[in-house]
């Protein structure tokens, strides 16, 4: 029965999946021990909105796949990972037909999902105590015979503050390695680097509802629409209210449609495109010279780099008619407020790094940051990717980016964790991977991240996970990166442990539990904890807030923040004092972060893309996400609403590239590049150039990472996600 709103108890929590971070309510219905419905609750950033993954993306975590018992692998001949011929790129891109919607069928197998039926036989249950006995005994063993170097883990942004905390003091403190990271690798990494070598801060300068206050906006790199849609709501109505959109992305999304000015540049030219709109407007006069003097360095190299840029060259490189980039220089050059929000359009190449120094370039010699309307806004992909990284999952930087090679923070944490730290930078995920290929590293601790299909090159990926000598997943799910384990550990969703978690805005907000967890599974904060027990720690942590007031000590940023006074509303950090209201929306209005204050401006030439298209293959693939879904779709595939509105994996095709391959919409395609091949239906789409296909992540039936690159950028050591080449093929039509 559905119970009328008085009957159902009120549990304040963050939306799971996009950095966002809205606050919502859930009403559970104790009697049922279910959640009947969520709504948006009043907070200074979502203010009550929700899009259609916080409302009604929740049902999974009462799936029947959750994990509810640790398990053992009984067949070591056995072949690791998955073997079903749709991940090998062999499979027809059609989702299976056994559905475990509520309602329908509930066998273990849901469409395009891991098949548990072929995989659990090579499993067998077992207790909480033999399962972590025997994680913590072989990755000892491989400790010992290895080194430090020999083990790794990966934490999750999708985990709370507290539990990224533990997960890489575990791995500093228990293992005496810095090869510990996270997914921020895969959307932010270069983003962070630029950030933190211009201004000395990771973190945006200002919020997503700060635009309101601007006279001008680029939002660059970013299909917000899709991927941060409140955030995309906020930039929307600001344009009503007279805010000028500029929207510069090689694809037309929805947000185009907004814009006052579209500038739909070739995929891989920003640096290019920036340094155009930069040297127009030194050019015309439109710089801040007393801005650039008081607080910025190098101006004068970065003045002599973008001069070889005007736009008629722009024009020659990224496609943009000089007219326009020359309109895009002027509106900026003479807003009186401007602010810029970027995505992984920006940070997903091997000029990542490149691409943001010249978005801080810009804001900087234009007098375009520290006051309210202007800014730097890196727009977060994961729900807690800020925190994460906030909280040291990083293998350069102690939590709050205290580096990991500079003795002074070292003696901070050594005397803090009572034990020797390695002075060397650790390894990052694309690194990890192929060290498991060298022989490096041989022992792994996987916590909620799915690399085999989030992972670029998924036919590489799957050599490195195979070659492991042991590896521990945690998780809620049967990912197919569990696929590959040793022992399997079953967590707690987000929807069944307190803990906190860092939006895009720098807003932290308190998670609260609310429902129990399936069968034995647990906190992932005390499986941490237990692991670290049986290597040698002595942690006694009795509730994530015990974490939590451990860390804030050791991270400056989050001085004066407690579970206590983060409310129903969470607060911005850094926050002046216990007490106030909302923390701090601007940043640097008096200096930068840097050890000298300044804004240190770093020129960029333009480079192209690492792998181009050539006759063989000839069309740009481009990846990303889908507004419905989530990264590797373990729990939105899993969500009955979101996966009944999108099912199917679908290739994304300008007109005339499907139709000069004989494909209509709704055919099959096969696309394939130099690293594999998949099938996927076709979905005409006037949004592509020509020349240009989209593919979304997040179906195993069709990885698009079969078919990406896995060059990096050299700073962040960010794939290029965002460009590879590739053929699109017709095998027959549905
Ligand atoms: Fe959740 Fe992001 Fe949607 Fe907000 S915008 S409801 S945080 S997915």
């Not at 945006?204 to 680029?218: E, H, K, L, P, W």
């Amino acid at each position: 029965p559905i119970r009328p709103r008085e009957q159902l108890e009120a549990v304040e929590s963050v939306c799971p999946y996009c950095g966002v971070g809205c606050a919502l309510t859930y009403w559970v219905d104790r009697e049922r021990g279910a959640i009947s419905f969520a709504e948006g609750r009043p907070q200074p950033g979502s203010q009550s909105r929700l899009c259609v993954k916080g409302r009604y993306g929740w049902d999974y975590s009462a799936s029947p796949q959750r994990l509810t018992k640790p398990l053992i692998r009984v067949d070591s001949s056995y072949p690791k990972g998955p073997l079903s011929a749709d991940v090998r790129g062999e499979g027809t891109g059609k989702r299976a037909t056994k559905d475990t919607r509520p309602g329908k069928d509930r066998g273990r197998k849901p469409g395009g999902l891991v098949d548990y039926d072929e995989v659990m036989p090579h499993f067998r249950e077992a207790t909480w105590d033999e399962a972590l006995d025997l994680v913590a005994r072989r990755l000892k063993e491989i400790h010992a015979a290895g080194g430090p170097g020999a083990i790794a883990g990966f934490g999750s942004a999708k985990c709370s503050n507290e539990e990224a905390y533990l997960f890489q003091k575990l791995i500093r403190a228990g293992f005496g390695t810095n090869n510990v990271d996270h997914c921020t690798r895969l959307c932010h990494a270069s983003s962070v680097a630029a950030l933190f070598e211009g201004v000395g801060s990771g973190a945006v300068s200002t919020t997503y509802g700060d635009v309101a206050n601007a006279d001008v906006a680029i939002i660059t790199g970013s299909n917000p629409t899709a991927n941060h849609p409140v955030a995309s709501s906020f930039f929307k109505q600001a344009r009503r209210r007279g805010t000028t959109i500029i929207y510069v992305d090689p694809r037309a999304s929805t947000v185009s449609e907004h814009a006052d000015i579209f500038v739909q540049l070739k995929p891989g030219t920003d640096v290019a495109f920036y340094n155009s709109v930069m040297c127009e407007i030194i050019r015309l006069g439109l710089t801040d010279p007393q801005f650039i003097a008081e607080r910025t360095s190098n101006y004068d190299a970065l003045a002599a780099t973008v001069a070889d840029y005007p736009p008629e060259r722009g024009e020659q490189i990224t496609g943009v008619p000089a007219d326009t980039i020359r309109a895009v220089a002027r509106a900026w050059g003479e807003a009186g407020s401007a602010v810029i929000y970027w995505g992984m359009g920006i940070s997903q190449h091997t000029t990542g790094t490149d691409n943001a120094r010249c978005l801080i370039a810009l804001c900087s010699i234009t007098g375009q940051v520290g006051r309210p309307g202007t800014g730097l806004h890196p727009l977060r992909g994961q729900n807690n990717v800020q925190g994460a990284s906030d909280a040291g999952l990083i293998p350069m930087f102690y939590p709050d980016y205290q580096g990991v090679t500079k003795e002074s923070a070292r003696e901070v944490f050594e005397r803090a964790w009572g034990t020797s730290l390695d002075p060397n930078r650790g390894l990052t995920v694309t690194e990890i991977i192929h060290s498991i290929l060298e022989g490096g590293v041989r022992g792994m601790y996987m916590l909620g991240e799915n690399p085999f299909l989030s992972d670029p090159n998924t036919n590489k990926v799957r050599k490195a996970l195979s070659a492991l000598e042991f590896l521990v997943v945690q998780d809620i799910f049967l990912t197919e990166t569990a696929e590959f384990a040793d022992v399997i550990l079953p967590a707690t969703s987000y929807l069944e442990k307190d803990g906190t978690y860092t939006n895009t805005d720098r807003r932290v907000q308190l998670g609260r539990k609310v429902l129990d967890p399936p069968g034995e599974a647990k906190a992932d904060w005390w499986i941490v904890q237990e692991i670290a027990r049986r290597v040698g720690l002595d942690w006694n942590y009795g509730s994530p807030s015990a974490v939590f007031d451990e860390m804030v000590p050791l991270m400056p940023s989050y001085t004066n923040l407690s579970h206590a006074n983060l409310g129903s509303s969470g607060k911005l950090y850094p926050n002046p004092d216990p007490e106030h209201l909302d923390g701090t929306v601007v940043m640097f209005d008096e200096r930068f972060n840097t050890d000298d204050g300044l804004a240190h401006l770093v020129p960029a030439q333009w480079l192209p893309p690492k792998e181009l298209p050539d006759s063989e293959y000839p069309l740009v693939l481009n990846t990303g996400r889908l507004l419905e879904h989530w990264h590797t779709g373990s729990m939105t595939r899993r969500s009955f609403a979101l996966d009944a509105i999108a099912p199917v994996a679908e290739i994304y095709m300008h007109p005339k590239d499907a139709a000069d391959r004989g494909l209509v919409h709704g055919a099959m395609a096969r696309a394939r590049s130099r690293r594999g091949e998949i099938q996927l239906q076709v979905r005409i789409s006037h949004r592509e150039q020509q020349g240009n296909v989209f593919i979304p992540f997040h179906f195993r039936e069709a990885a698009a990472n079969l078919l990406t690159i896995d060059e990096v950028d050299p700073f962040g050591k960010i794939p290029e996600f965002k460009f590879c080449a590739v053929q699109v093929e017709a095998v027959g039509t549905t």
